[in-house]
């Protein structure tokens, strides 16, 4: 499920962690951590418990994250996109387009 795994990187990020403490804390290496996050392995349910644990969190909090990012859509605006969630409608992400030529070719006249 790549959602979850991008769920759980973000919770380590917002906690200023590492994926090694990550590893650490659930009691497998580093490199079998990296293989699972990366999704050529599943965590277990007691590894995900314990993970979840660790990062502050519940499974439930972690899998609805997961949902969320799998759902998201990205939807176009007047001037750029925005990714939105579609349950919510909520924007994670709006980019703005910029058209360089038109702009140089403005400053240049």
Do not use: W
């Amino acid at each position: 499920m790549d959602g979850l795994s991008t769920a759980i990187r973000e919770r380590i990020v917002e906690r200023g962690l590492t994926q090694a403490a990550a590893a650490r804390a659930l009691g497998i290496g580093r490199q079998t951590f990296s293989r699972k996050i990366n999704g050529r392995g599943d965590f277990s349910v007691s590894e995900l418990t314990c993970l979840a644990d660790f990062l502050g969190t519940t499974i439930i909090d972690l899998v609805q994250r997961a949902e969320q990012i799998a759902h998201a859509g990205d939807a176009p605006t007047s001037d750029g996109y925005a990714i939105k969630d579609e349950r919510s409608g909520a924007v994670i992400l709006q980019a703005r387009r910029v058209n360089l030529v038109g702009e140089a070719a403005r400053e240049a006249a």
